[in-house]
C-alpha cells in the first residue's frame, strides 16, 4: 500500500522532514498514481477488492446497517416524538432501499458466475427468496413513508412492519454467511502449513487456565523446545559440584 504520510512534527532542515519534504513526498505519490492504470492504483490502496469474485460481498454490508439503523432511530423517534431524529430515520430508509436493489443486482450475478453445488443452490434460491422479500418490504416502506403519514395507528403498523423487516434481513445474511463460512462459496482454498502438537501438562493453579493441548506445533516451536533442552543439559565446562562425605555414627549401646 502506498504510504501517503510520513513525516515528522518537529522536522526542520538538518532531518529533511519538515513540510517541504511532506509536500515533495505527496507530489511524488501523486505522479505514482497519474503513471500507473486504474485497477493497479485500487488494487494497491484496497487490495480484498482485487481478490473478490463479484460486488456482493462489498455492498451487501450497506443495506444491513441502513435498514437496522433506520428501524431503530424511527422506534426511539416515535417514542420521543422528535421530529429531527425521524427525519434521519427517513434518509436511512431510503438509503437501505437503494443499496438493497444493488445487493440483490449483485447477488443475482453472483449465483451466475459462482460454482456452487446441488446444496448450495438449494441455500442459494432460499437466500434469493429472503432478498427479494426484503427489497419488497423496503420498498413498500418508503412509499408509505413518502405519501402516507406514520401517525398513530397507521404509524405503530409502519413501525411493525418495519421490525419485520429486520426480521427478514437477519434471516437474508445468515444464510448468505452460512454459504461463506459452512459451505465455503466463493472462498479460495489456504494451504496450511503441516499439523504439529504442543502441549501443557503442568497443573492448573488459582487463577490460571487448566492444561490444554492443541493438534499442531510450528517449526519454531520445535526449535524453541530443543533450546531448552541444551540449556537444561550439562556442559562440558561445567564442573561437577563436590559433596561432602556422608557422616557415619556408630550405633549406640543402651545398658539397662
Same mark, same amino acid.
Do not use: C
Given at each position: %500500500?502506498? =504510504?501517503?504520510?510520513?513525516?515528522?512534527?518537529?522536522?526542520?532542515?538538518?532531518?529533511?522532514?519538515?513540510?517541504?519534504?511532506?509536500?515533495?513526498?505527496?507530489?511524488?505519490?501523486? =505522479?505514482?498514481?497519474?503513471?500507473?492504470?486504474?485497477?493497479?492504483?485500487?488494487?494497491?490502496? %484496497? $487490495?480484498?477488492?482485487?481478490?473478490?469474485?463479484?460486488?456482493? $460481498?462489498?455492498?451487501?454490508?450497506?443495506?444491513?446497517?441502513?435498514?437496522?439503523?433506520?428501524?431503530?432511530?424511527?422506534?426511539?423517534?416515535?417514542? #420521543?416524538?422528535?421530529?429531527t431524529?425521524?427525519?434521519?430515520?427517513?434518509?436511512l430508509?431510503?438509503?437501505? #432501499?437503494?443499496?438493497?436493489?444493488?445487493?440483490?443486482?449483485?447477488?443475482l450475478?453472483?449465483? =451466475?458466475?459462482?460454482?456452487?453445488?446441488?446444496t448450495?443452490?438449494?441455500?442459494?434460491?432460499?437466500?434469493?427468496?429472503l432478498?427479494?422479500?426484503?427489497?419488497?418490504?423496503?420498498?413498500?416502506?418508503?412509499?408509505?413513508?413518502?405519501?402516507?403519514?406514520?401517525?398513530?395507528?397507521?404509524?405503530?403498523?409502519?413501525?411493525?412492519?418495519?421490525?419485520?423487516?429486520?426480521?427478514?434481513?437477519?434471516?437474508?445474511?445468515?444464510?448468505?454467511?452460512? %454459504?461463506?463460512?459452512?459451505?465455503?462459496?466463493?472462498?479460495?482454498?489456504?494451504?496450511?502449513?503441516?499439523?504439529?502438537?504442543?502441549?501443557?501438562?503442568?497443573?492448573? #493453579?488459582?487463577?490460571?487456565?487448566?492444561?490444554?493441548?492443541?493438534?499442531?506445533?510450528?517449526?519454531?516451536?520445535?526449535?524453541?523446545?530443543?533450546?531448552?533442552?541444551?540449556?537444561?543439559?550439562?556442559?562440558?565446562?561445567?564442573?561437577? %559440584?563436590? #559433596?561432602?562425605?556422608?557422616?557415619?555414627?556408630?550405633?549406640?549401646?543402651?545398658?539397662?
Amino acid at each position: %500500500m502506498i =504510504e501517503l504520510f510520513h513525516f515528522s512534527i518537529h522536522g526542520g532542515g538538518d532531518h529533511g522532514d519538515g513540510v517541504a519534504s511532506l509536500v515533495a513526498h505527496f507530489l511524488v505519490v501523486i =505522479e505514482q498514481v497519474a503513471n500507473q492504470p486504474l485497477s493497479a492504483t485500487l488494487a494497491s490502496l %484496497m $487490495p480484498g477488492i482485487g481478490t473478490l469474485a463479484n460486488l456482493h $460481498p462489498l455492498i451487501v454490508h450497506y443495506p444491513i446497517a441502513f435498514l437496522s439503523l433506520f428501524w431503530l432511530l424511527d422506534s426511539i423517534a416515535r417514542l #420521543t416524538g422528535h421530529a429531527t431524529l425521524r427525519s434521519v430515520a427517513s434518509s436511512l430508509l431510503y438509503l437501505g #432501499t437503494v443499496s438493497a436493489g444493488l445487493a440483490v443486482w449483485a447477488g443475482l450475478n453472483a449465483a =451466475e458466475t459462482i460454482a456452487h453445488d446441488g446444496t448450495v443452490h438449494d441455500i442459494m434460491e432460499q437466500h434469493k427468496q429472503l432478498a427479494f422479500a426484503v427489497l419488497s418490504v423496503a420498498g413498500v416502506l418508503t412509499l408509505w413513508r413518502l405519501a402516507l403519514t406514520s401517525r398513530g395507528i397507521v404509524g405503530a403498523l409502519h413501525n411493525l412492519t418495519a421490525l419485520a423487516l429486520l426480521i427478514l434481513v437477519a434471516l437474508t445474511a445468515d444464510l448468505g454467511g452460512f %454459504m461463506v463460512y459452512q459451505h465455503g462459496v466463493a472462498v479460495a482454498k489456504v494451504k496450511w502449513p503441516a499439523q504439529h502438537a504442543h502441549s501443557h501438562d503442568n497443573e492448573p #493453579t488459582p487463577g490460571r487456565v487448566a492444561p490444554h493441548s492443541h493438534g499442531h506445533q510450528t517449526a519454531h516451536d520445535h526449535d524453541l523446545d530443543h533450546a531448552l533442552q541444551d540449556l537444561d543439559a550439562p556442559t562440558t565446562d561445567t564442573m561437577p %559440584m563436590e #559433596t561432602e562425605p556422608a557422616h557415619e555414627h556408630p550405633p549406640h549401646e543402651h545398658t539397662h
